[in-house]
């Protein structure tokens, strides 16, 4: 055991330090989540649990286990994954199972996305996330030759996603579906992927979502109030016309902070996907710019990384991590913003929930030890 561990921490040749900036970065983004979060849950955490503090606290605990994640991801060589990804993968699937089985599985509104073990819930879907992208960057590093056949390219690719897909759209769980599929995509094709299957992909997507739209009425909905959020605004319409108040009154400065009026039991789920609209109503267009401007600068400093990376495994999963983050940032604001539909997905870093808070600063672990091994 003791070899196997200091096998894992060994340094490889070619390690630097760590790209401070993007440390930077991800500290900012955490602690602007916990100074918003503690506003925006004060009203709901009293509500519900006697206790304003109440989301901030449990937050708080989630930032520390993910901050050890963090910490020992980012000490962990990276390579060490590319030898282990199936397994990882594995083990995920397995506990994305257990939200299936009684007594194991538990609900939130209308998804069954979470497992209860030992008193404490656990998403796993938000690990999937990290699994799936070390397993596809260390599977497109091996077939980097074969990836112009069907049968040994694309053909694996669809089946490996389309089983978890199925799993997502069971639970359902559409938009981490969304994520994954759209990161996974970008990985395939920076990986190899040819063209003509990007265009295959593409329609295969367009059945899939028309499949949802169907055996999903709520998903439906959600689009209907995309082109008109008026159809039924005490509704099915209802959170995103509470969500377009909440951006629009906070004006160029904003309300200030703790002087949100939308967080007040108006607005659905403040602690979680919502919580971009009571950002800009308390801090105002300026300041939640920054937001989007420091989620960009994480951005770019990602793609530099992949763009230097040592290796051709490193290079497509930092491509994952990076697209990851990025697409989900896009389908939150934008869903709040009447952009795109809402997808219920979580701001990263920003939004409460223990698993998207570990799963996300686990990734970022491995992302920062990608850095130690960029080629200046």
């Given at each position: 055991?003791?070899?196997?561990?200091?096998?894992?921490?060994?340094?490889?040749?070619?390690?630097?330090?760590?790209?401070?900036?993007?440390?930077?970065?991800?500290?900012?983004?955490?602690?602007?989540?916990?100074?918003?979060?503690?506003?925006?849950?004060?009203?709901?955490?009293?509500?519900?649990?006697?206790?304003?503090?109440?989301?901030?606290?449990?937050?708080?605990?989630?930032?520390?286990?993910?901050?050890?994640?963090?910490?020992?991801?980012?000490?962990?060589?990276?390579?060490?994954?590319?030898?282990?990804?199936?397994?990882?993968?594995?083990?995920?699937?397995?506990?994305?199972?257990?939200?299936?089985?009684?007594?194991?599985?538990?609900?939130?509104?209308?998804?069954?996305?979470?497992?209860?073990?030992?008193?404490?819930?656990?998403?796993?879907?938000?690990?999937?996330?990290?699994?799936?992208?070390?397993?596809?960057?260390?599977?497109?590093?091996?077939?980097?030759?074969?990836?112009?056949?069907?049968?040994?390219?694309?053909?694996?690719?669809?089946?490996?996603?389309?089983?978890?897909?199925?799993?997502?759209?069971?639970?359902?769980?559409?938009?981490?579906?969304?994520?994954?599929?759209?990161?996974?995509?970008?990985?395939?094709?920076?990986?190899?992927?040819?063209?003509?299957?990007?265009?295959?992909?593409?329609?295969?997507?367009?059945?899939?979502?028309?499949?949802?739209?169907?055996?999903?009425?709520?998903?439906?909905?959600?689009?209907?109030?995309?082109?008109?959020?008026?159809?039924?605004?005490?509704?099915?319409?209802?959170?995103?016309?509470?969500?377009?108040?909440?951006?629009?009154?906070?004006?160029?400065?904003?309300?200030?902070?703790?002087?949100?009026?939308?967080?007040?039991?108006?607005?659905?789920?403040?602690?979680?996907?919502?919580?971009?609209?009571?950002?800009?109503?308390?801090?105002?267009?300026?300041?939640?710019?920054?937001?989007?401007?420091?989620?960009?600068?994480?951005?770019?400093?990602?793609?530099?990384?992949?763009?230097?990376?040592?290796?051709?495994?490193?290079?497509?999963?930092?491509?994952?991590?990076?697209?990851?983050?990025?697409?989900?940032?896009?389908?939150?604001?934008?869903?709040?913003?009447?952009?795109?539909?809402?997808?219920?997905?979580?701001l990263p870093l920003i939004s409460y929930g223990g698993s998207a808070m570990m799963a996300s600063l686990l990734a970022l672990g491995i992302l920062v030890n990608i850095s130690k091994y960029t080629e200046k």
């Open positions: 055991m003791k070899k196997f561990l200091k096998n894992i921490f060994k340094k490889k040749p070619g390690e630097h330090k760590a790209d401070k900036f993007l440390i930077v970065i991800i500290i900012l983004l955490v602690y602007a989540g916990l100074l918003m979060l503690s506003s925006a849950s004060s009203v709901v955490g009293y509500k519900m649990f006697d206790n304003s503090y109440y989301y901030f606290n449990h937050q708080i605990l989630s930032v520390v286990l993910g901050a050890i994640l963090f910490y020992i991801f980012s000490k962990i060589n990276y390579f060490f994954w590319k030898k282990h990804a199936i397994g990882f993968l594995l083990i995920s699937c397995l506990f994305l199972l257990l939200v299936f089985i009684p007594g194991l599985g538990a609900h939130y509104g209308k998804a069954n996305s979470w497992i209860n073990i030992f008193g404490f819930s656990l998403q796993p879907a938000e690990f999937v996330k990290v699994s799936f992208l070390i397993y596809l960057a260390a599977w497109l590093e091996r077939r980097q030759g074969d990836l112009n056949s069907i049968s040994q390219g694309l053909g694996p690719f669809l089946i490996i996603l389309g089983f978890i897909s199925f799993l997502m759209i069971m639970q359902p769980d559409i938009g981490t579906l969304a994520i994954i599929g759209i990161s996974s995509v970008i990985v395939y094709f920076v990986g190899g992927g040819k063209i003509i299957h990007l265009i295959s992909l593409g329609l295969v997507s367009v059945l899939v979502l028309v499949f949802i739209l169907n055996a999903k009425p709520y998903v439906k909905d959600r689009f209907n109030c995309l082109t008109n959020p008026e159809i039924d605004v005490q509704g099915q319409c209802y959170q995103i016309n509470q969500s377009l108040i909440a951006v629009g009154s906070g004006g160029f400065w904003g309300r200030g902070i703790g002087q949100s009026r939308q967080k007040y039991m108006y607005l659905p789920e403040v602690s979680g996907d919502s919580i971009f609209s009571i950002i800009a109503e308390e801090v105002g267009f300026v300041f939640s710019s920054l937001l989007i401007i420091l989620f960009f600068l994480f951005f770019l400093k990602g793609v530099l990384i992949a763009k230097h990376a040592s290796d051709r495994f490193g290079q497509i999963l930092a491509v994952g991590i990076v697209s990851w983050i990025a697409i989900q940032v896009f389908l939150n604001i934008g869903g709040m913003i009447n952009l795109i539909p809402m997808t219920g997905v979580p």
